[in-house]
Structure formats: C-alpha cells, structure tokens
C-alpha cells in the first residue's frame, strides 16, 4: 500500500492517467452516435431507458460539483488567489490581444522594420525561465505571497504606462517583456498556492472556473471599452485602463497582503506570550520569594 501511495503522488500517476483518458477517448463512440450505439440491437435498451439513466447521471454529476464548487471557494485563501487569477488573467489578455495595435501606433509598420515577433518569443522564453527560476527561492508564500502579489502588480502596471506614454518602440518593447515575464512568474505563483489547498481530482474544476471568470469578465471590458458600441475607445486609452487596472489589483493585494502578514505576526506574539515558560521546575513561582 505505501508503495502505491507514493506512486499516486508521483508525476507518472496523472500521466498515465491522461495517456488511458486519450486512449480511450479516441475509440468510444462520438457524442452525436453516442445514443444511437446504446439503442442498438445487442443492447436491448430503448430511447427512453437511456435518456432516463443520461438525465439521472447529468442531475448527480451536476450535484457533486456544485458541491465540489462550494466546499472548494469557502476557503478564503483559495478564494482571494483564485479572484487574482481571473483578474490578470483577464488584462494579460487584453494586453496580449491589443498589444500589436499599440507597437503599430508607436511605430508604423511601413517606417520601421518591426520585430514583433522576436520580442513574442523572447518574452515567452524569458517568462518562462522566471516562471521555472521562481521554482528555486524558497520563500513562506502562504505569509509573503499576497504581498509579492501586489507588489509585482504594480511593477506591471508600472510596465504598461511605461508602453503606453512612450514615443520609442524599443522601450515599448520592453515594457512588454517585463510586463509578460512578471505575469508568467506570478501565474506559476497563484497555481501553487491554488493547487496547494486542493485534491488533485478538483484541479481542473478550479482552473476552469477561474478561466471562465477571467474570459467573462474579459468580454464585459472588451464589451464596454473596445467594442464600437460601448465606448469605443483608441489603443491609448486602452491601455490607459488597463494600467489603471492592474494598478487597482496592486493596492487591493499589498493591502490584503499586509494585513495578513499584520495578523500572522500577532497570532506568533499572542502563542508565545501563552506558551509556558521553559527550563523552571514545579512551583517554581511559588517559591520564587
């Protein structure tokens, strides 16, 4: 049993559970034949008998992860990264989307040979060498990690106002570098701490759901700021909101950090101030005169 137990925390459990999943998900029959084949000849089951059973299972499938949802985001901690995650993820991809517009606003194509896409492949490579480093520090991130948070926020906020207010495409492009390097680091973060607080059967629940708020909320801005019938703003003004926002993110988290390292710190003093006093024997007090 122990040997099976170390095996399931291994990296091969869920690879091979993958490598089954996309085995057999290529040769089950295809959804829209999927009642055809379990109504066939060799089954001896009718459309309703398999409509009742799909309905029955869809209803407690539906069940478990509404329970897995609310037992999942009651955790506070889990919760405060997870509305993180959807918040950058959601301007990282307004960023990413709208960037080339702005580097053509700073620096017309037909002036300047561009180099668009080297500075995309050495933000990503550079991105992902922070996201692997950040592996190495060995840091109490459960204390620090909310600060660390808000304050590299504010870095790329600091990044995209540095994009937006520039007349130079090289400071341009760098500005975006950093601003790509600091979210890959801070994304490697927040999956860590999410994934830290959760069984390994509700990781794809947790990470769908904060995709799924990150693109909706993605929509309304796109929405209300780009779209022709909200607001319709330039790509200056874009990008304007989008420093401004991480900028909010930035305050939110530093505040949110410190106080937890406030209340982490008070906590430490009151078990110490608590714990009994070490190194004197029995009636030590009573006897002290």
Known sequence: MEAVRRWRTDWRYPTALLCIYGFFSTVKPMEPFLILYMTGPDKNLTTEEVLTQMRNLLDKVLLQLWRDFCQCYSTRE???????????????NQTVNYVQVLWEHVQPSQNFSVYNGGVEAVSNLLGAASAYGIGFTEVRWEQWGELAVGGLSGLEAAALFLMTFTGNIWVCYTGYVIFKCLHMLLITIAMYQIAADLSMERYAMVFGVNNFGALVLQTIITSVVVDSGGLGLGIIAQFTINAGYFSLIAVVYSLRGLFTIWRLQKSNKSHESTSPIKNEPPGFDENRF
């Open 78 to 92: 889990l919760l405060y990264w997870s509305v993180w995650w959807a918040m950058a993820t959601c301007g990282y």
